[in-house]
Structures are given as structure tokens and as C-alpha cells.
């Protein structure tokens, strides 16, 4: 490896070193799992002289370009935890979500100079603070980065959580589904309905909708079993947390690993009684109603049959084996017609009913109305849930 390729690998963050041969490009040195394509189409935007440019993928993530005597060395995506001078926030800000999926970086003003200056020296490509200055406000934008990025839309109109991601979270964690929240998290911050909460600045604001969105759904867990004492303890510990961040989008991981771990707790409380066979069957149709085995296949996974196993799940549980997956599909169904514009069909075939018909009559049997009816309004759907069926405690 060559010095500057070892301070690369250094970082820890995506990069890539192009060897530059008029319209071909050659690639030298590469880490993270960026695609070499997705670097060379940013190349290929730019004129090849020796020069530094910086990519904006958007307001906060930007990847550093240096060409040096043929070879192209691009650092990043990074995201950036300030806003250049001449860029103000607004309601139509974007800020980038789960810089994991890039394992990537976040970095100070202060910090993001220092590696560029020391890099451009590594390479002996002198680059000055004015120069970094005059490169921001040159940026070139790409969209190279849009199949694995995920922006948060803030809105002055929005709100503190819209009424059916709120339901659609509550529900996620008094089940224990750990698997909904995520895509009703991602659902949620593409909707344009969080609201600017606070006037200094994005951090502050993220915070405070994260703080309400804890809160709010918090009280499922309660109803779920949680104990009081606890509950409210545990939410004074995520808000510790959350104000110790400094970054939004470690503040957004964290919302999202708040959920996940009270809908964690949720879910012991409901598994800790249950026999092993029985828990794993429970936990597998939550999961995945969708795409889980049926009783015989069940049986036959766990090496005992499908009469001991079903007659087991139906002593413990309440219904069925088939009953239960029928009423976690139906919750599905109701999460579904509440964050997405899905048509019945497709939903019916997401979630393997054999047809919209079969779903539509599975629901009205349970809910009492129609998919469309609670579509139209949400708050028919308001006091139903799985466990009125289920021997299982929930508070």
C-alpha cells in the first residue's frame, strides 16, 4: 500500500483511487462498499485536469475529489454536522439518516479541513482554506448517492408526528414487532411530516421531535404490561440520551434504536412464559406473517408434530397457529392502509392473502369494517389489536 492509500484505509470511511486514462478509468485502491461505478460517473461529470472539487449529495453529504497528475483520489460520502455559510435552513431542508448503511463518517467543520488540507499535502496537491472555502461554494451536485441514502423532510407545516405513524409505531412496539419499525420510521421521515420544532437549528429540532415521538409511543409499552416505574424511568433515560448527542443523525439512529429496544422489552414480556416451541413459532409469524412456515412446516423444524405443536401454541396463545398468523397479517393490513398509498391488491399480495377479496373479508371479520373505511378514517381501527383474541397478559 502507498502512504496515502494507508491513511485512507485509516479513516474507515468509503473512498476510492482511480488511475485516469483519457476514457477509461482504472481503479487502484478502493474501500468501503460504494460502487467504483457510482465514483467514476461522479468523474466523469468533472474535467480531468489537476484540480479539487467537492460533491454534494445533499446539504450535509458531500464527497472529496482530488485530481493529481491522472489519478483521481474521491474520499466520502461524509456527512458534514455544520452548514456552510451560504446555506440557510429552511423547510425544505434535507438531512441524511443512517450514515451506518454507508459506514461512513460524521465530521465538525474544524475536523473536515484538517483531512482535507492533510490529505492534499499527502499527495503534493497544495490545497489552502480558501481554496476548500471557494470549493463549497462551487459544489457539484450529484445523485449518486440516492439508492442509499435516506433524507429526513422537514416541513413548516409538518408536525410533531403525524396520527398514523403514530399508530403505526404504538402498534409496532406493543406487539413486539421490531421488523415494522424501521419501515414505518423510513415512512415517516419521506412524508414531510415532521415540523421544524425548534428555531435553533436542525439538531435542536430533530431532538425535540425525537423526544415527542419516544413519549408518545411509550404508552404502549405501558399498555403492553410495562410497568409504570419503569416506563417512566426508561424515558427519562432516552431523553438523557438523546440530549447528549451533537449530531442529527446520530440522534436519528438513536430514535430508531429507542423503538427497536422498547419494542424488545415489549416483546420479552410477552415471550417470557411461553415454552420454547411455542415462543419461537410466536415470534417467527410476528416477524414475518407474510412469509412464515405453515403448522406442518413449523412441526417439522422443530422435530416434533404438527397436532403436539398446535395443540401446545393454541393452550398457550389463545388461537391457533393459523388463527394467530391471520390476525398479525390483519395488523399488517391496518399498519399498511395507514403510512402507504398501496392499493388492496398489492398489500393482499404482500402479505400472501390469496386475493384482495380474501383479505377484505378477513379484515371486516376482525375489525368489524372494511380496509377501506379505516383508510378513509383512521380512528375505526383505533381500539382494535391482536391480543383481544389472546391469552397472552398485555397489561
Known amino acids: 500500500m502507498t502512504l496515502e492509500q494507508l491513511y485512507i484505509s485509516s479513516l474507515n470511511i468509503p473512498a476510492i483511487q482511480i488511475k485516469i486514462l483519457k476514457n477509461l478509468f482504472k481503479v487502484e485502491f478502493k474501500a468501503g462498499r460504494i460502487l467504483s461505478n457510482a465514483y467514476i460517473t461522479m468523474l466523469k461529470s468533472i474535467p480531468h485536469h489537476d484540480s479539487f472539487v467537492i460533491f454534494r449529495h445533499s446539504q450535509t453529504l458531500y464527497t472529496f475529489c482530488f485530481i493529481k497528475s491522472g489519478t483521481a483520489y474521491l474520499i466520502g460520502p461524509e456527512i458534514l454536522n455544520y452548514t456552510p455559510d451560504d446555506q440557510e435552513f429552511n423547510q425544505d431542508y434535507k438531512i441524511i439518516y443512517m450514515s451506518k448503511r454507508l459506514n461512513t463518517t460524521i465530521l465538525e467543520r474544524d475536523q473536515c479541513y484538517k483531512q482535507i488540507l492533510f490529505f492534499s499535502e499527502l499527495i503534493q496537491h497544495p490545497v489552502d482554506e480558501t481554496t476548500i472555502d471557494v470549493a463549497f461554494q462551487n459544489t457539484k451536485a450529484s445523485n449518486q448517492m440516492n439508492n442509499i441514502i435516506t433524507t429526513v423532510n422537514f416541513a413548516d407545516k409538518g408536525v410533531h408526528i403525524s396520527y398514523v405513524y403514530e399508530q403505526a409505531l404504538k402498534s ?151 388463527r394467530f398468523k391471520i390476525l398479525i397479517k390483519v395488523n399488517r393490513v391496518i399498519q399498511l392502509i395507514q403510512i402507504t398509498n398501496f392499493p388492496l391488491s398489492r398489500i393482499a399480495e404482500a402479505l400472501k392473502f390469496s386475493d384482495q377479496s380474501h383479505l377484505t373479508r378477513e379484515f371486516k371479520d376482525l375489525v368489524g369494517v372494511t380496509p377501506s373505511a379505516v383508510r378513509k378514517n383512521p380512528h375505526l381501527a383505533d381500539e382494535w389489536s391482536p391480543y383481544q383474541y389472546l391469552k397472552i397478559n398485555v397489561g
Request: proline share 2%.
Open 172 to 322: 409496532a412496539v406493543m406487539l413486539g414487532d421490531t421488523s415494522a419499525i424501521h419501515d414505518t420510521l423510513i415512512r415517516l421521515i419521506h412524508s414531510g411530516r415532521i415540523g421544524i420544532l425548534s428555531d435553533k437549528g436542525r439538531v435542536r429540532s430533530v431532538k425535540n421531535w425525537g423526544i415527542i415521538c419516544v413519549s408518545v409511543t411509550l404508552r404502549s409499552a405501558i399498555k403492553s404490561g410495562m410497568d409504570y416505574d419503569q416506563a417512566y424511568s426508561l424515558n427519562d433515560e432516552y431523553i438523557r440520551i438523546l440530549e447528549q448527542l451533537g449530531s442529527f443523525d446520530e440522534v436519528m439512529q438513536k430514535i430508531e434504536e429507542i423503538l427497536v429496544d422498547m419494542a424488545t422489552r415489549v416483546q420479552h414480556l410477552h415471550n417470557v412464559h411461553l415454552s420454547k416451541n411455542v415462543r419461537y413459532v410466536y415470534q417467527t409469524i410476528v416477524d414475518s406473517p407474510e412469509s412464515s412456515p405453515t403448522p406442518s412446516e413449523f412441526g417439522n423444524q422443530l422435530g416434533v408434530s404438527q397436532h403436539y405443536l398446535g395443540k401446545s401454541f393454541k393452550n398457550e396463545i389463545g388461537v391457533t397457529i393459523t
